[in-house]
């Protein structure tokens, strides 16, 4: 029989149950006591009772149906049946409110979703990130002619990309998928200035 781990709540007069046998009543001196743990566990009740046959009917012996009856007196049954009464309804209450929240999120995951597959169509101009679809654009008054990324108050981001890309083009929409920051030294810059004029 399998343990539960559901202890019976027992009336306040807690009296050890010491049972004799029939045989002991007819004056042999084998002692059978009881068994049973003082939680009183249903799997102590498995393990009294274990020892009957269920293959033809029997009669329990006398010893047997006196420990059944003191275990029902030490039990307060009006606790065991609030208990039973309280768990089917602690069970649905808890059923339901997991099936709101079920619901409540699955409605936010929709609602994400969809701004999510609505954005991924939409150009960004600002804070972009892996993903955007963004507008890039030649700058103007330079010789190397990089391009910029058409942004408001989100300057200084601009196109890697190969001469064959960006031949013939006055304007390029791509998805971003790396965004690397590099760092220029106005020293190196100065420097290279001096001699290129």
């Known amino acids: 029989m399998s343990a539960m781990g559901l202890a019976l709540p027992l009336n306040d007069e807690n009296r050890l149950i010491s049972l004799t046998s029939i045989e002991e009543e007819k004056g042999n001196p084998k002692s059978t006591e009881s068994r049973l743990s003082d939680s009183y566990y249903a799997e102590d009740l498995g393990k009294f009772f274990s020892t009957d046959s269920l293959i033809e009917p029997i009669e329990w012996p006398k010893d047997k149906y006196t420990t059944l009856l003191t275990l029902s007196t030490k039990v307060n049954l009006s606790k065991v049946c609030d208990m039973i009464r309280r768990t089917p309804q602690d069970a649905e209450n808890l059923a339901?409110?997991?099936?709101?929240?079920?619901?409540s999120n699955?409605?936010?995951?929709h609602k994400y979703r969809k701004s999510y597959q609505e954005s991924k169509d939409k150009i960004a101009f600002r804070n972009f990130k892996n993903g955007d679809l963004a507008l890039f654009l030649p700058t103007r008054?330079?010789?190397?002619?990089?391009?910029?990324?058409?942004?408001?108050?989100?300057?200084?981001?601009?196109?890697?990309?190969?001469?064959?890309?960006?031949?013939?083009?006055?304007w390029i929409v791509a998805r971003i998928v790396d965004i690397s920051e590099h760092i220029v030294d106005i020293k190196v810059c100065l420097i290279i200035d001096y001699f290129t004029y």
């Open 96 to 103: 339901k409110k997991y099936q709101e929240e079920s619901k």
């Open 106 to 109: 699955r409605e936010k995951y």
């Open 141 to 170: 008054n330079s010789t190397a002619k990089p391009w910029a990324a058409f942004n408001i108050n989100c300057p200084h981001y601009f196109l890697r990309a190969t001469e064959s890309i960006i031949r013939n083009k006055d």
